[in-house]
């Protein structure tokens, strides 16, 4: 079911989003007990250190229970838990590019925003970290640049300090994953990229709210025109 990590990236978040794609696709479904740490320390070839922090993100996240003394359990999803039907209407099989970077619009544009107000010195420095790994990879490295994409836009919305927007961000980052990876092939996008996400780190670090949210705004408007550029914007892209 699950698969070792790559050495790059952050290792936790890798834990996380395959134990989300697992109950996304129903291998893992409500009620289903996850291994023990030690078999998914083996699994995902990591430490169990890594195993717990990426845990503690799921019960953040709601996604997981931790029961004393018997383990993690996946959640059942309650028709009265308003984040968890939220989080199950995001888990659709196809929708159009449009509505999925509308809602990315709506959801970034406030994210950098609290982020500005609400970022410590070291996720600051982590993002500007980030955009360095960036700089020194090449347009032939389509898939490390997939994944520091998408490190970049989810620390930031890590960084504005609301988990739930980190729940929403991660789910639309799935769904977006195969779409942002081909933007990234286009000659030139990774440099553009790169630079738009630089641009958006100054303007973090000046506090400018108003500035980073046109920043963002306009970078997501870049890439959602590159998008545009290689599909079809007349049919429903296949999520799946």
Same mark, same amino acid.
């Given at each position: ?16 989003? &395959? ?34 922090? %990426?845990?503690?993100?799921? +019960? ?33 099989? &196809? ?21 500005? &107000? ?28 997939? +994944? ?50 630089? %641009? ?11 500035? %980073? ?9 870049? +890439? ?17």
């Amino acid at each position: 079911m699950f698969e070792p990590l790559k050495s790059y990236g952050n290792l936790s978040d890798g834990i996380v989003k &395959q134990i989300m794609e697992s109950i996304n696709n129903g291998e893992l479904k409500p009620g289903d007990k996850l291994p023990p740490e030690r078999e998914l320390s083996t699994a995902f070839a990591v430490s169990r250190t890594v195993v717990r922090d %990426a845990l503690k993100t799921l +019960v953040g996240l709601g996604v997981v229970t931790i029961r004393h003394g018997m383990g993690a359990y996946i959640n059942v999803v309650s028709e009265e838990e308003d984040v968890s039907r939220l989080s199950a209407l995001l888990q659709i099989s &196809q929708g159009t590019l449009e509505e999925l970077y509308q809602v990315r619009e709506l959801i970034e544009s406030q994210a950098v925003i609290w982020c500005t &107000q609400n970022a410590r010195p070291e996720d600051i420095e982590d993002l500007e970290k980030i955009v360095n790994k960036g700089k020194k990879l090449d347009n032939a490295s389509e898939s490390r640049l997939a +994944v520091l994409d998408a490190e970049f836009h989810l620390k930031i919305v890590e960084a504005a300090g609301n988990k739930v927007l980190k729940r929403l961000m991660i789910n639309l980052l799935d769904l977006l994953g195969e779409n942002r990876s081909k933007v990234l092939m286009i000659p030139g996008r990774q440099r553009l990229s790169v630079l738009d996400h630089e %641009a958006i780190v100054e303007a973090i670090k000046l506090h400018d709210p108003d500035l %980073a949210q046109r920043r963002m705004l306009s970078h997501l408007e870049a +890439v959602r025109t590159a998008i545009s550029a290689v599909s079809n914007k007349s049919d429903d892209w296949d999520l799946n």
